[in-house]
């Protein structure tokens, strides 16, 4: 089951109609793209550098070996793109990346209906600079932190970071009303658009960003510290 009611908890719109999908077999990174994964690729000219080396609390962020389990961040959606091509996979759609970190029944978080807690995300918690930030929660960072640090926010599937640390783009073009003509098997979003679906919350989000059915979008040139991207892999046939 795919998208919420509007009446859900914390609802941002664009979310809805609830629908049923059916997707093939697909693998899907445990984490998101390190800097260390990516810098592999850079140095085989097979993707541009990031736009910018720093994050907001660290100069530099990319390059820097202390940051090298981190999430590449400043990449825009034909970074990303570039990178699955040499990785020989591709970015999740957006269907995909909600089973991934929904499952089968309708969690409102990767880990299930409880609200966020310190050691299940990096989301916008006391250390956020956003006044939006959850001031009764400390996750231990105030942006990005190593990859896989909140193992208690897997998803059923063992997929790590989906509620935070740093969004992730999306294969499919923005489409706010996509989800009432949606097709019931493989949906693959809007044949065009001008920005590109971004999923997942990130460290700057506050609980609602975090649900596994918020989304919102990016112009695909664009390039953000709180944004990342993982990689899938079809199912090869039995």
């Keep these: 089951m795919m998208a919420v009611d509007s009446n859900s908890p914390y609802f941002w719109g664009a979310e809805a109609p609830p629908h049923r999908v059916y997707l093939d077999g697909f693998w899907i990174y445990r984490t998101v793209v390190t800097n260390a994964m990516y810098q592999a690729r850079v140095a085989e000219k097979a993707c541009p550098l990031p736009e910018q080396v720093y994050s907001r609390t660290r100069d530099p962020y990319y390059g820097n070996p202390d940051y ?99 969004s992730e783009w999306a294969v499919d073009w923005m489409g706010t009303l996509y989800y009432s003509t949606s097709p019931e098997s493989n949906p693959l979003g809007p044949s065009t658009g001008t920005r590109r679906v971004v ?31 993982r990689c899938v892999v079809d199912n090869p046939a039995p």
């Design 199 to 229: 999923r997942g919350g990130s460290w700057g989000n506050p609980t609602e960003g975090a649900r596994t059915v918020a989304r919102f979008s990016v112009n695909p040139s664009e390039s953000l510290e709180s944004i990342g991207f």
């Design 68 to 166: 090298a389990s981190y999430p590449v961040v400043y990449v825009n959606y034909l970074d990303a793109t570039a990178y699955r091509v040499w990785a020989g996979g591709r970015l999740p759609t957006e269907a995909e990346w909600e089973k991934a970190a929904r499952g089968p029944n309708e969690r409102l978080f990767p880990w299930g209906n409880d609200l966020p807690t310190a050691d299940k995300l990096n989301f916008c918690d006391w250390n956020c600079p956003a006044s939006q930030r959850f001031t009764s929660v400390d996750d231990g960072y105030r942006n990005t932190a190593p990859v896989g640090s909140y193992p208690a926010g897997a998803s059923i599937y063992s997929v790590l970071d989906m509620a935070g640390n740093v």
